[in-house]
Each structure stands twice: as structure tokens, then as C-alpha cells.
């Protein structure tokens, strides 16, 4: 069972429903979506892809949900236009200093996308945030209006045999935020660290 099948199997023990659900590098399919398990629930969900064709599968499969919102940008620390290093569902934003492999990158096609910072879409009401961006995870935190009740970051990837394939590069800098604005660390699975606040 993955961390976030764990987390899913806590809320449905409490019967709680996030209200309003961020998911930030959403990816290609809704087999990846993790929010989707929210859609039928009527949870207002708001969703970031930035490439294009992701983009486009999901905002089709979300047009039959009226609380769903698909936008076509990644959200990083600036607003504006820039590359991304096309990887399928590991796609970076070519200004980011990916902990999961900067070699490979340099032979991957790109594209341009538009980048966006977080507060020009979180009200203050988030319940829910997810975030899996390739390495722009603490640009979101630091631009977050909201102290939503949950966040699942992308922080690791763990190989197993106590071994990491590698560690955030700004894994003090996440640590830090949460430990200043109240957050308690639930449990991390392969990829993922789970925070709730206190």
C-alpha cells in the first residue's frame, strides 16, 4: 500500500472531505491524479499541468465536473514564460536544479510554458495541497497563502536497503517551513513526506 493509498484510508476512517484541494504537477493520466478520488465528493478542485499534453487529457476527463478546474501552468517562483524538460510524467522546469537526475536532462526535448506563483490562486481556504514538481516544491510553499489541514510534498525518492536515489535539494528549507508555520510530519512512503498541522 503507497503512502498516499494510507493517507486516503485515514480519511475515509474519519469521513472527512477536503473542501478545496490543490494538485500541483498533475501528470499524464487519471491513474496518476490524485485528486481525482475527490472529484465525485463535489470538493472544489483546482489543478496544475503545465504540459500541454497532459494538460489537455485531464481538463477533457474534468469537464464532466463542475467544482474541477484544470490550469495549463507550472507553478514555480516567478511569473512568466520558461523551459521545461519534457520527461513524461517527470517533466522539470529547466531552471531547476533537479535532484532526480540533471545529466539526463540535457538530452530531453523542451518546450516553453508559462509559469505562475501560487497566491495568484490560493484564497486562504485550501484543505488539501499536493505537490510533485520535479524539484520547484519549496517555490510553492513560499508563496502559500493558505495552511491547508494536509500537504503531501514530494521531497525523497527512496530505492529501498536504506538507500535514496536522492534527497531534496532544498530538504532544509521544506523541513524549516513546516516546522515554522505549525506542521507535524505523519509518515513519508517512497517519494513523499505527509504533514498535517497541529
Known amino acids: 500500500m503507497t503512502g498516499y493509498h494510507q493517507f486516503l484510508k485515514m480519511l475515509s476512517y474519519h469521513s472527512w472531505v477536503p473542501r478545496v484541494v490543490f494538485e500541483i504537477g498533475v501528470g499524464s493520466s487519471l491513474d496518476i491524479c490524485r485528486s481525482h478520488c475527490f472529484w465525485r465528493y463535489g470538493s472544489q478542485c483546482l489543478l496544475f499541468e503545465p504540459n500541454l499534453e497532459s494538460f ?11 467544482t474541477v478546474k484544470v490550469h495549463p501552468f507550472a507553478i514555480s517562483d516567478k511569473n512568466g514564460e520558461e523551459e521545461l524538460f519534457v520527461n513524461g510524467d517527470n ?40 505537490i510533485d514538481t520535479e ?60 504533514y498535517i498541522l497541529k
Open 91 to 130: 517533466s522539470v522546469l529547466c531552471n531547476t536544479s533537479s535532484p532526480a537526475g540533471e545529466k539526463q536532462q540535457k538530452n530531453l526535448p523542451k518546450i516553453k510554458v508559462i509559469t505562475k506563483t501560487i497566491d495568484m490562486f490560493d484564497n486562504g481556504d485550501i484543505d488539501l495541497l499536493l
Open 56 to 66: 489537455q487529457t485531464i481538463e477533457k476527463e474534468a469537464r464532466n465536473y463542475h
Open 135 to 194: 524539484g520547484e516544491e519549496y517555490s510553492v510553499l513560499k508563496f502559500l497563502k493558505s495552511r491547508p489541514n494536509f500537504i503531501i510534498i514530494e521531497t525523497h525518492n527512496y530505492a529501498g536497503n536504506g538507500v535514496f536515489h536522492y534527497v531534496h535539494k532544498y530538504i532544509n528549507e521544506i523541513k524549516n517551513w513546516f516546522e515554522t508555520n505549525n506542521y507535524k510530519l505523519v509518515f513519508t512512503d517512497f517519494s513523499d513526506s505527509f
